[in-house]
């Protein structure tokens, strides 16, 4: 009897090894299903693109487009909480951010804050800057630019960086071609 | 009953995976230096990148490569895109971008990063031959602690592929003091046993066994080893021995349950059953869902009826069956309710929606039963792997149910264009109609010949306004009249004099502002040549507006209108996909289920045997009926 159980338990003992190995392998069923999830994400991820183009062509045609951007240099004598941007004289943006989202800013991301239509012509945008600045004291501070809005669109920098010689953040408003 | 028919399992489980550190993938470590932002589009995508939207900073970096707006960054933002596919899974996209950029164009750390987590990642759904080609891309060495972690993963893919000697001669060459090299010794020592090379390997897991441990990574790691080493010289039938290692194990920890039965068999190899006793009878009062707790209602018994306590053996094994029986219950309750599919969505359902990405980790489990029962199993590549592509197909099938709502506005945007094109057409045509460019072109054209003979003749009159023009007409008509008068007239004389002196003084002042008339017409003439020139440009975008808004709101139509399909059918089928992988992921999890039953079913007929055993015995034997339950 006890041989036999042995014999039993051996049979059994070898079954479960193997199986404990096929388990812990993963398989073709896995590979096959992870080719097909791989390949349809990348058909969404072509149809995303399609529809944000897409969208942004009908809200927003290239010649009467208006993109303004905001970038931060180091941060050392300035920590921004917050940008409200005026164009023409009307509030268009007024955005609040997270820390995450200054963070991002500092690595060297640059935020796309606003995106419009405006006519062709002369137009003034004044952007208003309120954080934290030297001393950690409250700090608001203002730019303007005027600018000329020709056919075609137009692409405008808010840069905050840091001017060492005056150890006081910098704001600027800058035009790109 | 023999210990290594029982325990095989055990060390087969402890040496069937090779272990790795913890599995922490930065893809943003591709980009490690601050980027210069040359393009404010790559910009934008570097600020959604850094807030780990990997697919939003995809779709917008898709979006401005199709709109031309990166000119001077489209190698960077290629690459970009690789670590951004990478970030979602997309091994494949991944490496088809690295191939064709990572050249030695590129810097050698964002080269060689690029390619080692690329192996990463093919290494995490198994395809092993692209992860061992990616690593063989590697030129030169990885920045810090990176460099043990390649090493490492290169002895994995080699383990996993079953190609031990290889994988032997890499860690035995490779030298290395941080955490790493432990992982590396012990994967080591797991090659070597696989090899039979015990006495190889010995050393290797003997010294990581007695390792100091500066954090519980590492001590779960020394017990591992130790556990490893103890049962390899169980099965080797070296009891003594492996009885030193396996006390070595910390008595509450992972590896605790394994080392209390390893040592249980160890004392009973020397036949110290009652020394057996003790760590088995410690396993009985922990938790039964573990394979060692569960092999002890065996061993227990076993020894019981070794020290001829044959009722007390009896008395365990009956337990041991309503044990059994009731644990192998609630496993079939679980299988059904992991077929009833309620399995993912339970998992997922603390899931913070929205946040994607191949590094995501489960962060907690719901407490089901199911769940309990598969711990490692969730735990593996495997599963981690198929959870996520499950994850991301839902989190794809929301984000296009989303654009599916846009739809709807997008075709009120298109009519609302047809309209006012429409509308605008009678005012277009009236102010077209209303200005000739051609005869300002040509007027102007007059005034320029004009000009340029005022100043060859340097006729100053020719500058002269609308007033001063007039005053020198009459003075002209005056002269005109007095020509014909008496010369001899004195009157008549004055008056020619007069004139002459007024004509004089007119003259005077033209000439004296000639200079400074003749800048301000030549400049009235340039400014007017600009704005001539906008004018005609107008003109011409204005006529060409006319014509191309309609074609371009048709042409957007007829993108709306493809578009609307294919995100039907898309989102039918990411959703099939989806319902795939909960299957595959459901048959897996029932798979270990049902393995854990076929153990208790084992464990449950050697009980009955040695029931039945004791029972004959005690049957058969005069005397030994009192020893034994009825």
């Known amino acids: 009897m006890t041989r036999w159980i042995l014999i039993l338990a051996a049979v059994l003992a070898s079954?479960?090894?193997m199986g404990q190995d096929v388990a812990s392998n993963p398989g073709s069923a896995?590979?096959?299903?992870?080719?097909?999830?791989?390949?349809?994400?990348?058909?969404?991820?072509d149809l995303n693109r399609e529809l944000f183009v897409l969208e942004e062509e009908l809200l927003f045609?290239?010649?009467?487009?208006?993109?303004?951007?905001?970038?931060?240099?180091?941060?050392?004598?300035?920590?921004?909480?917050?940008?409200?941007l005026k164009l023409d004289g009307k509030e268009v943006g007024n955005y609040l951010y997270t820390e995450r989202e200054a963070a991002a800013l500092l690595k060297g991301g640059v935020q796309r804050l606003y995106l419009g239509n405006l006519k062709v012509g002369n137009h003034e945008m004044v952007a208003f800057f309120s954080g934290q600045g030297p001393h950690e004291r409250d700090y608001r501070r203002g730019a303007t630019l005027t600018f000329e809005k020709g056919v075609g669109a137009k692409y405008v920098e808010l840069k905050i960086s840091d001017r060492q010689s005056q150890q006081q953040p910098e704001f600027l408003i800058k035009e790109w071609e | 009953m023999s210990k290594f028919t029982l325990s095989a399992g055990i060390?087969?489980?402890?040496?069937?995976?090779p272990v790795y550190a913890k599995d922490e993938v930065v893809p943003q470590g591709v980009f490690t230096a601050p980027q210069i932002v040359r393009d404010l589009y790559y910009g934008d995508v570097l600020f959604h990148f850094y807030q780990d939207d990997y697919f939003g900073s995809l779709t917008r970096l898709g979006a401005s490569?199709?709109?031309?707006?990166?000119?001077?960054?489209?190698?960077?933002?290629?690459?970009?895109?690789?670590?951004?596919y990478l970030s979602l899974g997309q091994h494949v996209e991944a490496g088809r971008i690295f191939r064709s950029l990572l050249n030695d164009n590129v810097a050698d750390g964002v080269r060689n990063r690029a390619w080692f987590y690329l192996a990463k990642v093919w290494y995490q759904r198994s395809y092993l031959a692209e992860a061992e080609q990616a690593l063989a891309s590697i030129k030169g060495k990885l920045p810090g602690p990176m460099e043990g972690e390649r090493q490492l993963l290169a002895a994995q893919v080699l383990l996993y592929q079953e190609r031990y000697g290889e994988a032997i001669h890499l860690l035995e060459a490779w030298q290395s003091t941080d955490d790493s090299a432990s992982y590396a010794r012990f994967?080591?020592?797991?090659?070597?046993?696989?090899?039979?090379r015990l006495d190889a390997a010995a050393p290797l897991l003997d010294g990581l066994g007695m390792s100091g441990a500066a954090s519980q990574e590492m001590a779960a790691l020394r017990d591992k080893a130790n556990v490893a080493l103890g049962f390899a010289l169980l099965k080797a039938n070296r009891p003594a021995e492996a009885r030193v290692i396996l006390e070595r194990v910390r008595l509450r920890g992972p590896q605790s349950n394994k080392a209390l039965l390893g040592l249980g068999w160890a004392e009973s190899s020397e036949n110290h059953f009652r020394e057996a006793l003790a760590p088995w009878l410690e396993l009985q009062n922990r938790d039964l869902l573990d394979a060692a707790v569960q092999e002890s209602y065996l061993a227990v018994?076993?020894?019981y009826a070794k020290l001829s306590a044959n009722r007390q053996a009896a008395d365990t094994y009956v337990h041991a069956l309503g044990l059994f029986r009731e644990e192998g219950m609630r496993l079939d309750q679980s299988i059904a309710a992991i077929r009833a599919g309620g399995m993912l969505d339970a998992i997922l359902q603390n899931d913070a929606v929205g946040a994607q990405g191949w590094y995501w980790q489960l962060a907690e489990l719901p407490d089901a039963p199911e769940t309990r029962y598969l711990y490692h199993l969730l735990a593996s590549n495997e599963f981690q792997e198929g959870l996520k592509n499950y994850r991301d197909l839902k989190a794809m099938q929301h984000n296009l149910g989303a654009w599916n709502q846009s739809l709807a506005a997008f075709d009120d945007m298109i009519e609302t264009r047809r309209r006012a094109h429409v509308e605008r057409q009678p005012k277009l045509r009236e102010a077209l109609g209303g200005v000739d460019v051609d005869k300002l072109e040509s007027g102007r054209n007059d005034f320029e010949s004009r000009l340029s003979l005022i100043e060859r003749d340097h006729d100053v009159v020719g500058l002269a306004n609308a007033a001063e023009h007039q005053q020198w007409m009459k003075i002209e008509r005056i002269e005109a009249a007095l020509a014909d008068s008496d010369p001899a007239d004195r009157a008549f004389q004055e008056m020619r004099e007069k004139a002459r002196m007024l004509r004089g003084v007119v003259y005077w002042d033209l000439s004296a502002s000639y200079k400074a008339r003749l800048w301000r017409e030549k400049k009235q003439l340039r400014e007017l040549d600009v704005a001539l020139k906008d004018a005609r440009k107008l003109q011409i975008l204005v006529g060409r507006a006319q014509v191309d808004a309609p074609q371009r709101t048709e042409e957007l139509a007829a993108r709306v209108g493809r578009l609307a399909p294919n995100l039907e059918?898309?989102?039918?089928?990411?959703?099939?996909?989806?319902?795939?992988?909960?299957?595959?992921?459901?048959?897996?999890?029932?798979?270990?289920?049902?393995?854990?039953?076929?153990?208790?079913?084992?464990?449950?007929?050697?009980?009955?045997?040695?029931?039945?055993?004791?029972?004959?015995?005690?049957?058969?034997?005069?005397?030994?009926?009192?020893?034994?339950?009825?």
């Open chain 1, 15 to 17: 079954s479960l090894a």
């Open chain 1, 30 to 45: 896995f590979k096959g299903l992870d080719q097909d999830v791989q390949s349809l994400k990348k058909e969404v991820l």
């Open chain 1, 61 to 84: 045609p290239a010649n009467t487009q208006v993109a303004v951007f905001v970038s931060m240099d180091v941060g050392t004598f300035f920590s921004l909480d917050s940008v409200t």
């Open chain 2, 11 to 17: 060390l087969s489980a402890l040496l069937s995976l």
């Open chain 2, 65 to 84: 490569q199709v709109l031309g707006r990166l000119t001077q960054q489209r190698d960077e933002a290629e690459l970009l895109q690789g670590a951004l």
């Open chain 2, 187 to 196: 994967n080591l020592g797991v090659a070597l046993i696989r090899q039979d």
């Open chain 2, 301 to 303: 018994p076993f020894a």
């Open chain 2, 569 to 630: 059918s898309l989102s039918a089928r990411l959703g099939a996909a989806a319902d795939a992988q909960r299957r595959y992921l459901a048959s897996v999890a029932v798979a270990e289920l049902e393995a854990q039953k076929d153990r208790l079913a084992s464990y449950t007929m050697q009980a009955q045997f040695a029931l039945a055993s004791i029972y004959d015995q005690a049957a058969t034997t005069p005397g030994l009926a009192q020893g034994a339950a009825p």
